[in-house]
């Protein structure tokens, strides 16, 4: 299952991928039938959750009914527990939308036009379609902006860091989430290396075009951002972190203050 999985993710189109996954993966699910984990999300329950990654599979990963990963599961239980999100309607901007997540936000707002709005670079699923490193809307747009695993990915990410600051309203927040290297003191980045193979060898996905290191929250600063860099789940019972498989990764909250 690992090679199969690890085989689409890197020879499918991504568009491609995104109107598949809902109808397919939960085919594959049916082979991990039991009640070993539990998706906060959606309630599924199986015997583990599928494996998942584009270089090295994670085992344990995938929800195989809503397709949430680890990270998603821990952003949950963070926006049930500890944010307005789902008990209020603050305008939020929800950039590269993850599937499990933007379901239950588009129904909590659907009473709310306007209210949430999904934006991505090319995927079908989103409301808008913009390069975050020039982003056309006005200044303060977004109570909240989501945005996660794309820093990553953009070729000058200072640059969108403060395009996301001028749209954010004072007093609003956002979460930032990337892949953090917590071995490195910096972030490395080398635009010199353009082989694909390489790229992925180095970078870890043939896409990205940085690790952060440790750095990350600074680099958060640079943009005008207070931060907060929250061991979410360290906080939480083990039992909870075993049944809902969550990674180690901290939550990033960036917060634009009032002047």
């Known amino acids: 299952m690992k090679r199969l999985i690890r085989w689409v993710l890197n020879h499918l189109p991504r568009t491609f991928l995104q109107r598949i996954a809902g109808g397919v993966v939960p085919l594959l ?3 991990y039938l039991g009640r070993g984990v539990e998706c906060p999300i959606c309630g599924a329950k199986r015997r583990k959750f599928l494996p998942y990654g584009y270089v090295k599979s994670r085992s344990n990963a995938l929800c195989p009914r809503c397709l949430s990963l680890e990270r998603h599961r821990l952003l949950w ?3 049930t527990r500890e944010t307005n999100l789902l008990s209020e309607f603050p305008r939020v901007l929800h950039i ?3 599937v499990c997540l933007m379901r239950h ?3 909590h707002y659907r009473e709310h036009p306007g209210q949430y709005l999904t934006a991505d670079l090319e995927s079908p699923l989103a409301d808008l379609h913009f390069d975050i490193q020039q982003i056309p809307l006005e200044a303060d747009f977004a109570d909240v902006i989501l945005c996660n695993h794309i820093l990553e990915h953009v070729e000058d990410d200072r640059k969108a860091l403060r395009e996301l600051y001028r749209i954010m309203r004072p007093g609003g927040w956002g979460i930032l989430l990337s892949p953090i290297d917590y071995t490195r003191e910096e972030t490395f980045e ?3 290396i353009t082989d694909p193979a390489e790229r992925t060898r180095i970078f870890g996905q043939y ?3 940085r690790i952060y290191g440790r750095d990350y929250a600074d680099r958060l600063r ?3 951002f207070e ?3 929250i061991d979410f789940a360290a906080a939480l019972p083990a039992e909870e972190r075993q049944r809902y498989a969550l990674p180690e990764d901290h939550i990033y909250v960036v917060y634009k203050v009032r002047e």
């Open 29 to 31: 699910g049916l082979f």
């Open 77 to 79: 239980l963070y926006f």
């Open 96 to 98: 590269a939308p993850e």
């Open 105 to 107: 936000l588009k129904e």
């Open 190 to 192: 080398d635009d010199s």
């Open 207 to 209: 896409d990205h075009r």
């Open 222 to 224: 640079s943009a005008g």
């Open 227 to 229: 931060v907060a860099d």
